[in-house]
């Protein structure tokens, strides 16, 4: 079992939707938790991050943990057609010291019609 | 303006010509990464650097060497490339720590023939 597991998709949904794109995980001791877009042929680009349990709300996107579950959200309301791009979730355990490294899902491609 | 930078964007080659792919970031940061994306795989790190002259090994460091002798650039040599190498390479850096946020550069797309 990977220790990160994330849907590949690909999710096709309509201009305008609410978008939910999750992550599961099997190590209880990750604490720190990333979302990253990822347009075609380009970097990963940083979304949000958070620390530990509960939300983080950053203009129409929404990072939610639920460490009880080992499940991690983001949503993407009123979603653009520029929404569309892989997101890549990625998490840590950092309190272990400093050369912890980050642990990453596949990544999902998510696409939004006009 | 803050960025990661890469080069080569894209280059093609033949197995065993020796090559470098350089990364430099203008952001003081001391932590930095090499990855490499394939299909079905995701990012998986190659090395990784906490400092200058601080190199270690990631997850798939076989057939690659670095060196960090600058805080700015790490450098990601390929001695004798061979086809599994193909694949898009991503350099990293963060200021707070290798599990903490990432800024990655545009990519390099290599393929070895």
């Known amino acids: 079992q990977k220790e990160v597991e994330q849907d590949p998709g690909p999710l096709s949904v309509p201009e305008g939707a609410i978008v939910s794109l999750n992550c599961t995980y099997s190590n209880s001791a990750f604490q720190y938790f990333m979302w990253y877009r990822q347009y075609s042929r380009k970097g990963p680009e940083l979304l949000m991050y958070t620390y530990s349990s509960g939300n983080k709300e950053d203009g129409r996107f929404t990072a939610q943990v639920d460490k009880s579950s080992k499940y991690i959200s983001l949503f993407i309301r009123d979603s653009q057609p520029s929404d569309s791009a892989t997101y890549l979730c990625?998490?840590?355990?950092?309190?272990?010291?400093?050369?912890?490294?980050?642990?990453w899902g596949l990544g999902t491609s998510l696409a939004v019609n006009p | 303006e803050a960025q990661v930078t890469q080069n080569p964007r894209y280059l093609i080659t033949v197995t065993g010509k020796k090559l470098t792919v350089t990364c430099s970031q203008n952001?003081?940061?001391?932590?930095m990464s090499w990855y490499r994306q394939d299909p079905g795989l995701g990012l998986r790190q190659i090395y990784y650097?906490?400092?200058?002259?601080?190199?270690d090994k990631g997850d798939v460091p076989e057939g690659y060497k670095v060196s960090r002798k600058e805080k700015r650039n790490f450098p990601l040599i390929l001695e004798s490339p061979s086809p599994n190498q193909t694949s898009l390479y991503f350099c990293?850096?963060?200021?707070?720590?290798?599990?903490?946020?990432?800024?990655f550069g545009p990519g390099t797309r290599l393929t070895v023939t």
């Open positions: 990293a850096s963060s200021f707070r720590g290798l599990g903490y946020e990432q800024y």
């Open positions: 650097s906490m400092n200058v002259e601080v190199t």
């Open positions: 952001m003081n940061h001391e932590y």
């Open positions: 990625a998490m840590s355990s950092v309190n272990a010291g400093n050369n912890r490294k980050l642990i």
